[in-house]
């Protein structure tokens, strides 16, 4: 289900904006500029949104992403399977999410609706794969080089995820093509760009807290993060981008 309708108020989850067509931000010529003006971001709401999702559906977001993480992982005995079949897999997750906060019922067989979309999907994570590599294989060369090399890979992890935090969601909930996925979202980036470092970076810690429990919580605390990833993509990115129109 591409995202071409508004939102609606779901019962257990309300995203405060109600339409969501990915625009991308676009002047009378068809040139992308950046996003501007549109609502501040709400970290905060987009955390209650999920939590209250989540926790209310827990078996179609805990047991659905533990479905996704144990065909990945069974993927992964083949090194390159998780990067075949991780994106239609994420983009079928990514609708489901978007279905449930719509207030439309959803079950974990959606999630492998995301295979109409094969293709977009496994391009999607191919790109952003081989951005991760390049941006791993400069780290790793610049921590050679004492202080200023360390500081500089610091710096770049840091801007890298809020860069790229918008791609899946984009190209998952839109008809915008993997490269303008990626575009748009390094665009809204830099045109937001401390706001971005600060959902991403909490976002992240979320996703990442799990683990500390012999990964068993990540279980929860990944689908938490994506929900409220998607969550700011309606509320925070939709509406920035189309007031740039």
């Not at 991780?86 to 959606?110: C, H, N, S, W």
Request: charged letters at 10%; one cysteine or more.
């Amino acid at each position: 289900m591409t995202d071409e309708q508004a939102p609606s108020q779901p019962q257990d989850a309300q995203p405060k904006d109600t339409a969501a067509q990915d625009t991308g931000g676009q002047d009378a010529a068809g040139q992308a500029i950046p996003p501007a003006g549109g609502p501040d971001m709400d970290l905060g709401g987009y955390l209650s949104t999920a939590w209250n999702l989540v926790t209310g559906d827990f078996v179609l977001f805990v047991v659905g992403y533990l479905v996704v993480a144990a065909i990945l992982t069974i993927a992964g005995l083949t090194i390159i399977g998780p990067v075949i079949i991780g994106g239609p897999l994420m983009f079928g997750y990514f609708r489901v999410v978007q279905t449930r906060l719509k207030g439309e019922p959803a079950t974990i067989g959606d999630i492998f609706q995301g295979f109409q979309d094969f293709g977009k999907g496994f391009l999607t994570v191919l790109l952003l794969a081989l951005i991760g590599l390049g941006v791993w294989v400069v780290v790793v060369i610049l921590m050679f080089i004492p202080v200023l090399g360390v500081l500089l890979s610091i710096c770049i992890s840091l801007v890298v995820g809020p860069m790229f935090f918008f791609v899946m969601p984009i190209a998952a909930l839109s008809e915008v093509s993997p490269t303008d996925a990626i575009s748009r979202s390094v665009k809204f980036c830099f045109a937001n760009f401390w706001k971005m470092v600060l959902l991403s970076l909490v976002l992240g810690l979320i996703a990442m807290a799990g683990w500390l429990v012999c990964g068993i919580g990540a279980l929860f605390t990944v689908p938490l993060a994506i929900v409220a990833t998607v969550t700011a993509y309606n509320e925070y990115y939709l509406p920035k981008t189309r007031d740039a129109v």
